[in-house]
């Protein structure tokens, strides 16, 4: 009887899984292989891969630059997030007057909704009347005012900092959990045995806290590329699709050609490529574990 109450009390969990994950889940990869848009649904049929063929191939858009966009807005965001939320994890770690306030207003940020973050770095970032401007030209570093969002060469790095921005909070709240979760008794043994604060750092502070890096990582890792908030309120993917990337072409292919079928395809895309990602960086970082 217990047994049986134990598993009816996991019904509700998953029917909610199932209406609201795996079906749109499985929804979306049906629609990938059919012809389904709004525009034409009388033709609403299954085409192969005429969908995946249509978008790698698009004129007007190169598929290969997108990729590559894709490639620069994840690893440009997510080395720098991490180092830097990994230093704020180790200055957060020793207490100090006031540590609790600061910590609540370093870690504010990462309540902060992502579209409205875009907007607030767009202005920022303007070319007119941008703060970023005025403070560059105040000090003399700049004699006028340069177009960020509006120039193809400084728009990927302008989305990016936004986003180290509103990441850097998120490794610094786990990372720190983990460092707080270190015995100080492998720090004094480190100690007796003649380490020093390198030598602690790499042998007893890295390895206790692998498991919550490579977590980290992967997590954030998928959230930055199904992430495309900031960007959406920058810049809507240009100039020339130059901060495209597939997350935004692929709302743009659903909500402005109203090609759900394209649309599908192009998540589709991105779940395989995550999915091989996660599998190979959870190979290497077991691989890399058994060395430690």
Do not use: C
Not at 47 to 55: E, L, M, R, S, T
Not at 270 to 282: N, Q
């Amino acid at each position: 009887m217990e047994r049986k109450f134990y598993r009816w009390m996991l019904v509700p969990a998953l029917l909610f899984l199932t209406a609201f994950i795996y079906y749109p889940v499985l929804r979306g990869t049906v629609m990938a292989f059919q012809n389904y848009n709004l525009f034409d649904l009388n033709q609403l049929k299954f085409n192969g891969f005429d969908n995946f063929k249509a978008v790698m191939s698009d004129p007007h858009i190169r598929f290969a630059q997108i990729l590559l966009n894709t490639a620069v807005w994840l690893f440009g965001s997510l080395f720098f997030q991490f180092v830097l939320g990994f230093g704020l994890a180790l200055l957060l770690k020793k207490p100090f007057a006031g540590r609790g306030i600061y910590t609540a207003f370093v870690f504010y940020g990462w309540a902060l909704s992502g579209f409205a973050i875009g907007l607030t770095w767009a202005w920022l970032f303007n070319g007119q009347f941008g703060l970023v401007n005025d403070m560059l030209m105040r000090i003399g570093l700049l004699s006028q005012p340069i177009g960020f969002l509006s120039n193809p060469n400084l728009a990927m790095i302008s989305v990016i900092i936004p986003n180290i921005w509103y990441g850097v909070p998120f490794f610094g709240i786990m990372l720190l959990a983990a460092l707080q979760s270190v015995p100080n008794e492998l720090y004094e043994a480190a100690t007796l045995d003649g380490a020093g604060a390198i030598r602690k750092f790499t042998s007893v502070t890295v390895p206790y806290v692998k498991p919550t890096i490579v977590s980290t990582i992967l997590l954030r890792t998928m959230w930055i590329v199904n992430f495309p908030d900031i960007i959406y309120a920058m810049t809507n993917g240009g100039p020339v699709n130059r901060t495209n990337i597939l997350a935004t072409q692929m709302i743009n292919k659903v909500f402005k050609e109203y090609d759900y079928g394209q649309g599908s395809a192009i998540g589709l895309i991105i779940m395989i490529l995550l999915f091989a990602y996660a599998m190979l960086y959870l190979r290497l970082t077991e691989k890399g574990g058994d060395n430690l």
